[in-house]
T-cell receptor
Framework: NAGVMQNPRHLVRRRGQEARLRCSPMKGHSHVYWYRQLPEEGLKFMVYLQKENIIDESGMPKERFSAEFPKEGPSILRIQQVVRGDSAAYFCASSLPQREGRNEQFFGPGTRLTVL | QKEVEQDPGPLSVPEGAIVSLNCTYS??????FMWYRQYSRKGPELLMY????GNKEDGRFTAQVDKSSKYISLFIRDSQPSDSATYLCAMLRGSTLGRLYFGRGTQLTVWP
């Protein structure tokens, strides 16, 4: 039973370029979450998606960041015109449809983005 | 004030010691409480998941929730060097599904 998969594991971009991070949820999971982890800090929520729907994007910066989870294929977190402050580890988590007692989120290995 | 507070440590103990990790929170809406373990440069791994006040035990790990004090704990018995990692507490509001609120994480080292 494959876990949450993320790629690439490491991504280097120069300032002003675009970064695309991919996440494939666990089999049977239809809900995806993106979190960002800065050095010496805990994980910060960014966005929560279902297939073809954004449920909660309250943690997403208003500009340059976007996320999608299409009907087919992985979830994508896209960062346009990256800046040095975007350097961080980005984690994806997935879960079964949320209902009482079934709210566990399982995390992928993360993508470490470095902006030069 | 952050919604979830966690002492970042570092915490260093000898092998076999009992470890106590704690978090406090300010929002009484939190209903679900989790502990994750994160090894260096890896993704968080779910260790314990609890709902409501009380204790939950799983092997050497015991999770404790005290809603009246807004305080949660994770105890590790007979600690092993392989337990050396960062431990993150996380919480979920019952009325807002999805978004986890994390503490900063406590870095634990268990030395042989």
């Amino acid at each position: 039973n494959a876990g949450v998969m993320q790629n690439p594991r490491h991504l280097v971009r120069r300032r002003g370029q675009e970064a695309r991070l991919r996440c494939s949820p666990m089999k049977g999971h239809s809900h995806v979450y993106w979190y960002r982890q800065l050095p010496e800090e805990g994980l910060k929520f960014m966005v929560y998606l279902q297939k073809e729907n954004i449920i909660d994007e309250s943690g997403m910066p208003k500009e340059r960041f976007s996320a999608e989870f299409p009907k087919e294929g992985p979830s994508i977190l896209r960062i346009q015109q990256v800046v040095r402050g975007d350097s961080a580890a980005y984690f994806c988590a997935s879960s079964l449809p949320q209902r009482e007692g079934r709210n566990e989120q399982f995390f992928g290995p993360g993508t470490r983005l470095t902006v030069l | 004030q952050k919604e979830v507070e966690q002492d970042p440590g570092p915490l260093s103990v000898p092998e076999g010691a009992i470890v106590s990790l704690n978090c406090t929170y300010s929002n009484s809406a939190f209903q679900y409480f989790m502990w994750y373990r994160q090894y260096s440069r890896k993704g968080p791994e779910l260790l314990m998941y609890t709902y409501s006040s009380g204790n939950k035990e799983d092997g050497r790990f015991t999770a404790q929730v005290d809603k009246s004090s807004k305080y949660i704990s994770l105890f590790i018995r007979d600690s092993q060097p392989s337990d050396s990692a960062t431990y993150l507490c996380a919480m979920l509001r019952g009325s807002t599904l999805g978004r986890l609120y994390f503490g900063r994480g406590t870095q634990l080292t268990v030395w042989p």
